[in-house]
């Protein structure tokens, strides 16, 4: 049985934890007035200002599991991998400025992907889609609750109880089972009290409270680590392994030149393809709110993103620097006593900030967690749930000769039932899966189950009217059965089976000689999937007849645009081709000055990236170099950061006010629903 009280968290701690929790209950408890309908459930009835969809998705997007996965990679990559994410500066800049994919999305007001694969390809086409989008989900989200559990249990200190299954060489971890309960129990309550209106007043509210908490633990670590004594540690990182040099990594074998590479590719390729927040993704005002939505992200993740690899970083100074070998030595203990290589690299930052944190600290960062872990929860659970019923369950009704719709009233009651069987699920899923790799090469593969293809047939969907819904199923089939294939040899064929196989036949050399770990990881897969994909799209599609689309209809453009609530009047013809990336007629003074900030910012950074490659071509940096430039990157993203925390702030408050206003006023459509009555396709089948 666990205990009452958490043995690491002390009465002002508690007291912490409390007040946060409460928050959040409270405000979710009071959307519950506003949702009346199944848009309001889904979409928040398309509410939402630019404010509060930037801080609610970035919020909904960190997730404690992303935060321990990137743990996992600082610990081994150090500053170093910082550095090639900044080349992709530019690449996430001309995205959320041109509107890419987002911007014709929120024009199409399809309410999920494969509601837009249904209006673009065909009904079976959107079951099939919409199938495979929520397994990819549902099994990328099953390992999110154990790996949070697991955070607060070795956080906080939690005594670990087990039970032997009799008949089967199976354990169970009882304080697992009951930490996940009671997470997805309190993410599963906010996510049913008003469905999307609930999951973004509360992500917003733990957006703004963590971003606070945030500034007060950066400056906390470097205190607790001076970077006098992080330098040091990280300069006699073995050679090829460089924790400061990005250009002294070849000997990682992961986290590479090569993994940001192809992760350059993917960002283009699979943005806004995957659906674990898809309610924000149909939530915008209008499309030119989502774009700027967009654009502000750019400037939300300072505080967040340096806090990430600093605490990993002084994880691995306290193991490596002799002034912490007495806290070193608990830690280590702590590490070895884990069942499990890898779940030992999975906590190695956890543990070191359970022995180190002060009062207050610990209850500080505890909260942070908590609200990283519930919003991703919630935000997750929401979509999965949603995309089952309105993807899977209703298309197929339809498919089947149920063409009459089902009540609003019992629409939403089988949103709420999918909501808690997923959580269910998930559950089940954490409490016997065993992950063998990296979380974030575990997120790449089962996410290529639906990305491997989704991304050629989004693409393809919005931008090019020679797309076929042949094409499409080559697209999908190609990428989904080559992710599988990956998920099922990384974590069960090649680490349960191998093993037998060597012994079983010692005698064949080529058996004994392979190794122990496949030999392409999570993201590789993953991007072979992705671009066989592509192929397979391109090639049936243009092998197939004309389907002879009409665009304007998709995007309810021009004459089409009267059908919508904006109507004609209210927002202004989209750019298209370059001009799309500079100031559009929608752009107000406001917005203008917001861009060139964005400008400014990203360029800095990535000219910085260019002039800092073309220099190692002729002199290379020298460690102290580099560690300067990291320092340069602490203070300033550090203060830009603590401004945009109170920019933020201020426009989020007022965009929550604006929806509340606009949701009690707004005329409910009881058939907007998702169901789609007329397909764009020549092959609706």
Request: hydrophobic residues 50%; aromatic residues 14%.
């Amino acid at each position: 049985m666990l205990p009452l009280a958490f043995t690491n968290l002390s009465g002002i701690d508690l007291a912490i934890v409390g007040f946060v929790l409460a928050s959040v209950v409270a405000a979710a408890l009071f959307t519950r007035r506003y949702t009346s309908s199944v848009a309001d459930f889904l979409s928040a009835n398309r509410c939402a200002g630019r404010y509060l969809l930037t801080v609610a998705s970035g919020m909904s997007g960190l997730g404690a599991i992303t935060i321990v996965a990137q743990w996992e990679q600082i610990y081994q990559a150090g500053f170093a991998a910082q550095f090639w994410g900044q080349m992709m500066a530019p690449l996430g800049l001309i995205l959320a400025l041109s509107g890419w994919i987002i911007y014709r999305y929120r024009e199409t007001r399809a309410m999920t992907l494969a509601q837009l694969m249904e209006r673009r390809y065909s009904r079976k086409f959107r079951i099939f889609s919409g199938s495979l989008c929520w397994i990819s989900g549902i099994l990328n989200f099953g390992i999110f609750p154990a790996v949070t559990a697991r955070f607060f249990i070795y956080f906080l200190d939690l005594p670990v109880r087990t039970f032997e299954v009799p008949g089967l060489d199976l354990t169970l971890n009882l304080t697992l089972g009951a930490v996940m309960a009671v997470e997805l129990t309190f993410a599963v309550m906010i996510a049913l009290s008003g469905g999307q209106i609930s999951v973004m007043v509360t992500d917003f509210i733990q957006g703004q409270l963590s971003n606070i908490i945030f500034l007060v633990l950066l400056v906390t670590m470097l205190v607790l680590f001076p970077w006098g004594v992080i330098v040091d540690t990280l300069t006699k990182a073995p050679e090829g392994q460089s924790k400061l040099n990005p250009f002294d990594i070849s000997q990682l074998p992961d986290f590479n030149i090569s993994f940001f590479m192809m992760m350059l590719f993917i960002t283009v390729y699979n943005f806004m393809v995957w659906q674990g927040t898809q309610g924000y993704n149909s939530s915008a005002i209008n499309p030119h709110e989502a774009k700027m939505a967009g654009i502000l992200a750019q400037f939300r993740s300072g505080v967040t993103y340096l806090l990430i690899p600093l605490a990993a970083i002084c994880a691995y100074v306290l193991l490596h620097a002799p002034v912490h070998e007495a806290a070193s030595t608990a830690v280590l203990a702590t590490l070895d006593s884990l069942p499990d290589p890898q779940l030992a690299k999975q906590l190695t930052t956890t543990v070191v900030l359970s022995n180190i944190l002060p009062i207050g600290i610990m209850g500080l960062f505890a909260a942070v967690m908590i609200m990283a872990a519930v919003s991703t929860d919630t935000t997750y659970l929401h979509s999965w749930g949603s995309i089952f019923v309105q993807d899977v369950l209703l298309p197929w009704r339809q498919q089947c000769g149920y063409n009459d719709r089902i009540t609003p009233e019992n629409h939403l009651r089988w949103l709420k039932r999918a909501i808690i069987g997923v959580a269910i699920f998930a559950w089940i899923f954490s409490m016997l899966f065993p992950l063998k790799e990296f979380i974030l090469m575990y997120f790449q593969i089962t996410g290529a189950i639906f990305l491997g293809g989704g991304g050629a047939v989004l693409i393809g969907a919005l931008y090019w009217k020679r797309g076929t819904t042949s094409g499409a199923w080559a697209a999908m089939i190609t990428g989904s059965t080559l992710a599988i294939s990956g998920v099922v040899t990384n974590n069960i064929l090649w680490p349960k089976l191998l093993p037998s196989l060597k012994i079983k036949y010692q005698e064949t050399a080529w058996i004994t000689e392979l190794p122990e770990v496949f030999w392409l990881n999570g993201m590789q897969l993953g991007f072979i999937a992705s671009i066989s994909a592509i192929v397979a799209y391109v090639v049936v599609s243009l092998l197939s007849p004309d389907p002879k689309i009409e665009m304007d209809r998709l995007l309810h453009r021009g004459k089409h645009q009267a059908n919508t609530p904006e109507g004609p009047d209210h927002v202004a013809p989209p750019s298209r081709g370059w001009s799309a990336i500079g100031f559009t007629k929608e752009f107000s003074r406001s917005d203008k000055i917001v861009y060139v900030l964005n400008l400014l910012w990203v360029g800095f950074f990535f000219f910085a990236f260019i002039a800092i490659c073309i220099w190692q071509i002729f002199y290379k940096w020298p460690e102290q170099w580099w560690a300067n430039w990291w320092l340069f990157n602490l203070i300033f993203i550090g203060t830009a950061g603590a401004i945009t925390t109170v920019w933020f702030l201020i426009g989020g408050a007022q965009d929550l006010k604006k929806m509340f206003v606009r949701l009690r006023t707004i005329n409910r459509n009881a058939d907007d629903d998702g169901t789609v009555e007329h397909h764009l396709s020549n092959h609706s089948e």
